[in-house]
């Protein structure tokens, strides 16, 4: 969804492949949500300074359009900008001056970027980082916090899926703890939110029985007897959805032999009144299947 604030912020990229929609669009639903929270333009001047001067990334974006929205309202843009100049960092001031033209650059900017299928993920960080410091200049590490913090993790995390099944565990357990204090920004708060994380991340050339081995020890590390036991009751029922859907194809296309042998046998059938036979059969087994 595009949104003129500038970047996408998603707290699973690093489960996405980056690719030029979803590194530069912002969640419009996430910003919208907060800013809609913030609307009361009326609240004291000082906290929003505040915030001007110290916030960053989505916070910060959020900051200066209520700024914007609250000095439109009462026509007097340019009186604010000047009263509140000494009491913001001079960058930070500058930012909040120059943001519309800015951030117009910087969607033409996006609109133009595009990646090779084959680029890797550290190269399309690299360049999206780039093309974000041409139009923002060291203000771009303000703005795009969150976002630059989700694509650094998602590089780091990425080193695990060569990780052998004896050394994953201690390798994630790392992963972590170094990323400990931007849990919030990557949406891993939760012991639940790391394990899924975890087996995310799991090297798919880990053998069935060594990855059985290692799920259930990242279980005991960060899941409750609860939170365990509605893991497996969901693995259990992927499991049988995966089987109902593969018997259901099994016995739509058995039905389908059937009735084009049926056709077959009876040449002088009317086409247009064997066809609506054909479409009664094929909706009377699907409902049938299905219990509709």
Known sequence: MQNKSGMRFAKNTQKEVLNTTSITKLNSTVLSSELNTRTDTSEPEHRLIDRLSESTGRDLIISIKLFWQGCQTS?????QLQTIKNQIPIN?????????????????????L?????????SRVTELKDKAREVWGNTANLLFADEFAVY???LQA??????SAQEYLKMFKNLMQNWKEEEQILGLVSPQAKYEQAVSLISPQITPIERKKLIQSLQATYLNKKQISQVRWRKQQISDQK??????????EMLKHNLNQE??????????????YYQ????????SFFQI
């Open 114 to 122: 595009v990646f090779d299928k084959g680029q890797p993920l550290s």
């Open 158 to 163: 990425e080193e695990l899926r060569s990780a």
């Open 152 to 154: 650094d993790f998602s």
């Open 280 to 287: 009664q059969q094929i909706e009377d087994f699907r409902r």
């Open 75 to 79: 026509y007097d843009c340019d009186q």
């Open 92 to 112: 930070r001031w500058k930012l909040l001056t120059h943001y519309s033209d800015k951030n117009q650059a910087w969607q033409q900017q996006m609109g133009n």
């Open 263 to 276: 056709y077959l046998n009876q040449p002088n059938l009317d086409k247009q009144d064997w066809d609506t």
């Open 243 to 252: 089987r109902n859907i593969k018997e259901y194809q099994y016995q739509l």
